[in-house]
């Protein structure tokens, strides 16, 4: 059975490794981080836009938090973050292409400048969209989580994974440096450059490959289905390169159908 690695934080990694599984490979979870909320004081006037870069945004929120802000515009990096949103029940939801550069342009192209944005991030975060937004509008940063990163990589998953090349699935560009840093550190660094790579955005393979991860395939959408048909895919392909005698019966089955 293929052996797929996800480095996520925690909850999500469980999330991802119950659906590797219906898809008949082997999950190995290597959790990076551990998310906690944190409950600031939210602006009490309304802005033009919410700004989500990731789905803990919201769910960080307390309930009456959460029933104040959904009336207001929310502008989303992407389809994860968007279906988050629509379950917690927000009205209006701008969904950006998948990254911080194609989330900007969308604001950029929608509210005029100066005006008051509101960027619900967490701690620490990457500054892409600060630097894009904050020098054209009146952006207020509220940190609602805090993300707390592994000091290893953890050794159960070391100990588990038995392929020299795996299957690796990428969601952010955070857990994949986290990732990377920390699988360097070990004894298995060679993983890091044999593995499969599949990642969410043309970003993070843009990263993975400067790394030196040369094996590195793109989820054709930002989206977690997107990425394990990629998946599927990918083993599919590596399988008949294996045992070739697969692929003959494969193209025999096409002639015959």
């Not at 996800?6 to 590797?20: F, L, Y």
């Not at 802000?69 to 994860?80: D, E, H, I, R």
């Amino acid at each position: 059975m293929k052996q797929v690695l996800i480095t996520r934080n925690r909850s999500d990694a469980v999330e991802t490794a119950k659906k590797v599984a219906d898809c008949g490979f082997e999950p190995i979870i290597a959790p990076l981080f551990d998310i906690f909320p944190i409950r600031p004081d939210l602006p009490q006037d309304k802005p033009a836009g919410v700004i989500a870069t990731s789905r803990y945004s919201l769910l960080s929120l307390t309930t009456q938090d959460r029933t104040r802000l959904k009336s207001w515009p929310l502008y989303t990096v992407g389809p994860a973050t968007a279906a988050t949103a629509h379950m917690l029940g927000f009205e209006t939801i701008h969904q950006g292409s998948g990254d911080a550069a194609g989330l900007a342009a969308l604001i950029l192209k929608d509210l005029p400048p100066q005006a008051p944005l509101l960027f619900l991030t967490g701690e620490p975060h990457r500054p892409e969209i600060e630097q894009a937004l904050g020098p054209v509008f009146q952006l207020t940063l509220c940190t609602v989580y805090r993300s707390v990163a592994c000091e290893a990589f953890p050794a159960e998953a070391l100990t588990q994974l038995k392929d020299p090349a795996p299957f690796w699935l990428h969601f952010s560009l955070k857990s994949a440096e986290r990732a990377f840093t920390l699988i360097k550190r070990t004894q298995q660094a060679p993983i890091f450059e044999k593995a499969r790579h599949l990642a969410l955005s043309p970003v993070i393979a843009q990263k993975i490959r400067e790394w030196g991860g040369t094996d590195c395939t793109i989820a054709h959408q930002p989206t977690m289905e997107s990425l394990l048909l990629s998946l599927k895919q990918s083993i599919e392909a590596s399988s008949l390169e294996e045992y070739p005698a697969l692929a003959d019966d494969k193209a025999e089955q096409n002639t015959q159908e």
